[in-house]
């Protein structure tokens, strides 16, 4: 069983940066690929990044391509998301998630631990 614990979110301005990071308990993180999610009010859980289980591979949904990066650090079991310049329509509840299956990818149902999320809201 792993443990997701999100933290890093909170109130910024637009074009402002925040960095999420996500501590993982229970089981360590290396050898399985992880990725970040996020979900409005009245919306669907909606694909951010992801990252491969070594940290050499990422991909990213196109709204937040070239403003958000994905990175983890193996060692401490932490995954990460650094978000620049960052907008109004970034407001969301963020997840990270863990896929023990190895699948990754953008798709949500390919992750098997979630974490309880972390606020992130951009005001205009």
């Known amino acids: 069983q792993v443990q997701l614990v999100e933290s890093g979110g909170g109130l910024v301005q637009a074009g402002g940066s925040l960095r999420l990071s996500c501590a993982a308990s229970?089981?360590?993180?290396?050898?399985?690929?992880m990725g970040w999610f996020r979900q409005a009010p009245g919306k669907e859980r909606e694909f951010v990044a992801t990252?491969?289980?070594?940290?050499?591979?990422?991909d990213y949904a196109d709204s937040v391509k070239g403003r958000f990066t994905i990175s983890r650090d193996n060692a401490k079991n932490t995954l990460y998301l650094q978000m620049n310049r960052l907008k109004p329509e970034d407001t969301a509840r963020y997840y990270c998630?863990?896929?023990?299956w190895g699948r990754g990818g953008n798709s949500w149902t390919h992750y098997d631990y979630w974490g309880q999320g972390t606020q992130v809201t951009v005001s205009s």
């Open positions: 990252i491969n289980w070594s940290g050499s591979s990422t």
């Open positions: 229970g089981r360590a993180i290396s050898g399985y690929p």
């Open positions: 998630a863990l896929d023990r």
